[in-house]
């Protein structure tokens, strides 16, 4: 929810899942992009496989798959609006950099990393970019009940940034 909200996705929005997984950001975007399209791309054919089913299933008719690694992958796909990262890369910043340079302006970009390390150079990467980057910790954990008593269980944080491309100057 915090990474489809800092992504300001419209209707005629153009979006990259990047390391889409299942699809859950991009079923999700491609519902509040009903008008545009949303390139959920994907490199393992199990994943891409149930992010195709996952789509068809909730009638993301707008979501298409992209058998991939990027940024190779970013060949041929339309500029976006907002471009997600997400999922298991070991370097970020080459995606990071590629993405920003595809980005249309006043379009975000939005990072998703699991680590403290991925976390340091992807931000690195995006200062790098020239514009600036919001960053969260974000930090939840789920409710169990154990012998008739609430508590609750971490679960491992994970950190979101964002940056928003520069829209030109209006003279």
Do not use: C, H
């Not at 299942?22 to 009903?34: H, P």
């Not at 496989?49 to 690694?69: D, M, P, Y």
């Amino acid at each position: 929810a915090m990474a489809l909200s800092q992504l300001d996705i419209r209707p005629t929005s153009v979006v990259w899942d990047v390391g889409a997984g299942s699809g859950s950001l991009a079923i999700e975007a491609a519902q509040l992009a009903a008008l545009g399209a949303v390139y959920a791309i994907e490199p393992e054919a199990a994943d891409l496989a149930l992010l195709r089913q996952n789509a068809e299933s909730f009638g993301a008719a707008n979501v298409r798959a992209v058998a991939g690694r990027a940024p190779e992958a970013f060949a041929g796909l339309p500029d976006p609006d907002a471009v997600f990262v997400g999922g298991l890369a070991r370097q970020f910043d080459p995606l990071i950099e590629a993405a920003f340079a595809r980005l249309r302006p006043g379009g975000t970009l939005v990072v998703n990393v699991a680590t403290v390390e991925s976390l340091s150079s992807s931000y690195l990467a995006m200062k790098r970019l020239g514009a600036p980057v919001r960053a969260w910790n974000v930090m939840i954990a789920r409710g169990v009940e154990q012998m008739e008593s609430l508590r609750f269980d971490a679960v491992p944080p994970s950190f979101l940034l964002a940056a928003t491309k520069a829209a030109p100057a209006r003279g």
